[in-house]
């Protein structure tokens, strides 16, 4: 009997709101390690969600929500009306990556799927999408138990596809925002691989960048290698455009911009001996600006052409910049916003375990809900996944800890998932309307 009340202090102490949430605590987290580990036995692709998508869509339909399936391909959406008040959406991803499991743990995935190649490639939610998708469950969970505290409307969403960047662009083109209650606000959170679990961060502006993926095709005039001043050497034009390319960021962005333009891949001929007739390049790009972004792209194109034509590259033979069509926008997190909700994370977990952090070139198409116009107040925060005393050994020179996307990559769930409930329910309380007399 003390053990469970020292239980339910603790987990009030912890932020879990009321009381009667706080009494089921032991079966509530039973129930969500269970949905855990069975959606990290079964990860699948981009837009291939369908059982992922399935489960969440069935785990909202019994606790009360409308939900409506298939939606942008393999997305959901799950929207519970609690009289009138602020509409708050809350997203998570729903998809895996092609990375072979090498965790070790017992509900290791072994699951193989197509990727977009067209090849057959193991399988892992190796970003943490599963703990995403179990604190979204968690929190839906929680705040229906407590909805005579609160009013507006919760949208919940299962999103496809982030890993290609192409998930919320799709579920936004399908109507989102026009066939389901506008939000006031938009919420997501993302597992961290470089913070302790029962912590969470938050950035202020900028959070994520914009990714930009660039193709150039630079032409030729293939011949012998033996006879170089007869032909138009791509190979040559290629390595000086690389060169140039790197000015870009050093010496035409102000210093006080950050950017980043790597070039990732390059091909070109196939024998010692031959030089080609073109070579192709990939590149990504990172800004936080619009601006940024549009100067970057136009000195792309402005590099590539004038060096091709200082080569005397023919005229029906200049090279190509495509733009890939798949863009993710700077995930920016409203300011207000993230102050507020930072000090609602802090009450509920302890001010210890909330951290102010700084922007990461890492992409995330969350960004796109915040961009539609008008644009919505939004906000997405860092998890900590890390075993503490794990992160505490690679702080002292120990074994380096696993990134995301890592075939090694594997969350303290408990704590982390734990966590996340509590402050995204948190969060939600703080945003949806109070009922009158109720006091949060």
């Given at each position: 009997m003390q053990s469970k009340i020292r239980l339910v202090v603790a987990l009030l102490l912890w932020g879990v709101v009321p009381l009667a949430i706080a009494q089921s605590a032991s079966d509530e987290s039973a129930y969500l390690e269970a949905l855990y580990f069975q959606l990290h036995r079964d990860p699948e692709l981009s837009f291939k969600e369908e059982r992922t998508a399935a489960r969440i869509a069935d785990e909202l339909s019994a606790?009360?929500?409308?939900v409506m399936r298939h939606f942008g391909g393999t997305g959901v959406v799950a929207v519970l009306p609690n009289g009138e008040g602020p509409t708050v959406l809350m997203r998570a991803d729903m998809d895996a990556l092609p990375i072979k499991e090498r965790t070790g743990v017992p509900y290791a995935s072994t699951a193989i799927g197509m990727s977009i190649d067209g090849k057959e490639k193991p399988v892992m939610h190796a970003c943490g999408h599963d703990v995403h998708m179990t604190v979204l469950v968690g929190t839906a969970r929680q705040l229906v138990r407590v909805r005579d505290q609160w009013r507006g409307t919760l949208i919940m969403i299962g999103q496809p596809a982030e890993e290609r960047g192409a998930g919320a662009k799709a579920m936004l083109d399908a109507g989102l925002f026009t066939l389901f209650p506008r939000p006031d606000y938009n919420l997501a959170l993302h597992v961290h691989a470089g913070l302790p679990a029962g912590e969470v961060g938050y950035v202020v502006g900028p959070a994520l960048a914009n990714v930009d993926s660039v193709d150039i095709t630079v032409y030729g005039v293939g011949g012998h290698g033996a006879y170089p001043h007869k032909t138009k050497d791509p190979i040559v034009l290629s390595a000086q455009i690389i060169t140039a390319l790197q000015t870009i960021v050093s010496r035409e962005l102000s210093p006080l911009?950050?950017?980043?333009?790597?070039?990732?891949?390059?091909?070109?001929?196939?024998?010692?001996?031959?030089?080609?007739?073109?070579?192709?390049?990939?590149?990504?790009?990172?800004?936080y600006t619009a601006e940024v972004r549009a100067q970057m792209i136009a000195a792309i194109k402005r590099i590539v052409k004038n060096l091709a034509v200082a080569a005397d590259i023919p005229a029906d033979k200049m090279p190509k910049v495509v733009l890939n069509d798949v863009y993710t926008p700077v995930v920016y997190n409203d300011p207000v916003l993230a102050r507020r909700l930072a000090a609602v994370f802090a009450a509920r977990v302890g001010a210890n375990n909330v951290k102010k952090m700084q922007p990461v070139m890492g992409g995330e198409d969350f960004g796109r809900y915040g961009q539609e116009v008008p644009k919505i107040p939004s906000l997405i925060y860092w998890l900590g996944a890390v075993d503490r005393e794990k992160f505490a050994a690679a702080k002292m020179g120990g074994a380096p800890l696993p990134s995301l996307h890592s075939a090694f990559f594997a969350p303290e769930y408990k704590l982390t998932i734990k966590t996340g409930v509590a402050t995204m329910s948190a969060a939600g309380l703080a945003l949806l309307g109070k009922r009158m007399g109720t006091e949060m």
């Open positions: 606790l009360g929500f409308e911009e950050p950017a980043v333009l790597s070039v990732g891949s390059i091909h070109g001929g196939h024998k010692h001996n031959i030089i080609p007739d073109e070579v192709q390049m990939q590149l990504t790009l990172r800004s």
